[in-house]
């Protein structure tokens, strides 16, 4: 089983930043893809941001600018640095790891999300 916990989310006024986190645990597991979605009352998930093996990084077009994945995450984490926040920004923000484990004598892959943590952008 794998574990995925986020956390750094909360109430800011529009302009202003926040730092998320997310973290995924667990044992017999390597990581191929850790990404954040969003999903706000009413409209569908929707991608933000995310990691692929090699480093490769990706932004949805809504946030290109504002958000980055800085350089210093540690081994299966996935921060996400938002800038010049607005308050279309606020939604649950998930993150989704898109893991390969070794189960019962075979690789499996799986997607493991988290609970999700709420940032909400006042204007």
């Known amino acids: 089983q794998v574990q995925v916990m986020e956390s750094g989310g909360a109430l800011v006024q529009a302009g202003g930043s926040l730092r998320l986190s997310c973290t995924a645990s667990?044992?017999?597991?390597?990581?191929?893809?850790l990404d954040w979605y969003r999903q706000s009352p009413g409209k569908q998930r929707e991608f933000v941001a995310g990691?692929?093996?090699?480093?490769?990084?990706s932004y949805a077009d809504s946030v290109k600018g504002r958000f980055t994945i800085p350089g210093d995450n540690a081994k299966d984490t996935l921060n996400l640095q938002m800038n010049n926040l607005k308050p279309e920004d606020t939604a649950v923000y998930s993150c989704?790891?898109?893991?390969?484990?070794?189960?019962?004598?075979?690789?499996?892959?799986?997607?493991?999300w988290g609970q999700g943590t709420q940032v909400t952008v006042a204007s």
């Open positions: 667990g044992s017999h597991f390597s990581i191929n893809a």
């Open positions: 990691k692929r093996a090699g480093n490769r990084l």
């Open positions: 989704n790891a898109d893991v390969t484990q070794y189960l019962n004598g075979e690789f499996v892959r799986r997607d493991y």
